[in-house]
């Protein structure tokens, strides 16, 4: 038996029990269709998580459900709480995660109302951290495909099968992520256009890497709600404009959602995302803190074994 079977059935055997966690974004608070639920609050090295996770069954999966915003909007985009987030995912065996989020349209043929699933990302935020290292500890994960091509796919496919007559769902295609809360101003509109953006968003780069540092295959369904502000003939983005929108795609997004947690049940993609750190741990573990060891053990452990309270 070849070592490339041996590794991938090991990577297999370890997805068996792993859960999927869904991100609610802007006008998706709760999971329906989520059964046997149970709230669970979760202390993480990073803080408090946006709010408690729900965790259910949702198409034959088990899936933990998190606001991203708290299930009263109580978050700005800079304020979300990522690490603690993602941590928390973690801790309870989320190894995928999709991400039904909000987006301003920048390209004329993604329309309001239509889903995007993108592919790559420019980021554009510059108060939040971006990385589960430091204090002593270095990693360096590749992100040169920031989102999981497998679980994208089926995402995908999933969500195009599923789209109404007049409404279309797009493969492929660059976010750009700011970092609010106000929208954009017209020139920033225009000049992100002309770096080729489909979509503008607020979270999903901030999740994206630390997922990758979690070892955690991530994947978004970006969801427009408006032109931004750059469309000669289309009214500027108001909130009002945004919620009306939200509203209309969060029923089919959790339907979406629901359908591709069904299809991840049965297949359970492997990731290059599932052992991201592999080759991407610089720092020798017996150099590190204690303090710093304690609180990455959660995604070192299979490299480094457990962490057992000693530098």
Not at 3 to 9: A, Q, S
Not at 12 to 24: I, P
Not at 100 to 108: H, K, R
Request: net charge neutral.
């Amino acid at each position: 038996m070849s070592l490339k079977k041996i590794l991938t059935d090991v990577t297999h055997k370890h997805l068996e029990n792993s859960r999927l966690g869904v991100l609610g974004g802007s006008g998706l608070y709760s999971m329906p269709g989520l059964e046997f639920v149970q709230e669970i609050e979760v202390q993480t090295p990073y803080g408090e998580p946006s709010d408690s996770l729900r965790v259910g069954k949702l198409g034959g999966m088990e899936v933990v459900f998190l606001a991203r915003h708290g299930r009263h909007h109580t978050f700005t985009p800079t304020d979300v709480p990522y690490r603690a987030n993602i941590w928390a995912l973690r801790s309870l065996g989320v190894r995928w995660i999709l991400s039904p989020s909000a987006v301003g349209s920048l390209q004329e043929q993604i329309r309001p109302l239509d889903m995007l699933i993108p592919d790559q990302f420019i980021d554009r935020t510059h108060q939040r951290p971006l990385t589960f290292f430091g204090e002593g500890a270095v990693a360096h994960v590749t992100m040169a495909d920031p989102f999981c091509i497998n679980l994208s796919r089926i995402l995908a496919e999933t969500g195009e099968s599923m789209m109404p007559e007049g409404r279309q769902l797009h493969r492929g295609g660059t976010y750009l992520a700011m970092e609010g809360p106000a929208f954009s101003t017209r020139a920033e509109s225009n000049l992100y256009r002309s770096w080729g953006c489909m979509v503008i968003g607020m979270t999903n780069h901030t999740e994206a890497r630390l997922a990758r540092e979690a070892e955690i295959a991530y994947a978004s369904l970006a969801m427009a709600t408006d032109y931004d502000c750059w469309h000669p003939s289309h009214e500027n983005v108001t909130v009002e404009m945004v919620l009306s929108n939200l509203r209309e795609n969060a029923e089919l997004a959790s339907q979406i959602v629901a359908a591709t947690a069904k299809k991840i049940s049965q297949t359970r993609p492997s990731s290059t995302a599932h052992n991201a750190l592999k080759h991407g741990l610089m720092t020798m573990p017996e150099k590190i803190k204690a303090k710093t060891r304690k609180k990455i053990d959660l995604f070192t452990s299979p490299y480094w074994g457990a962490f057992t309270g000693r530098s």
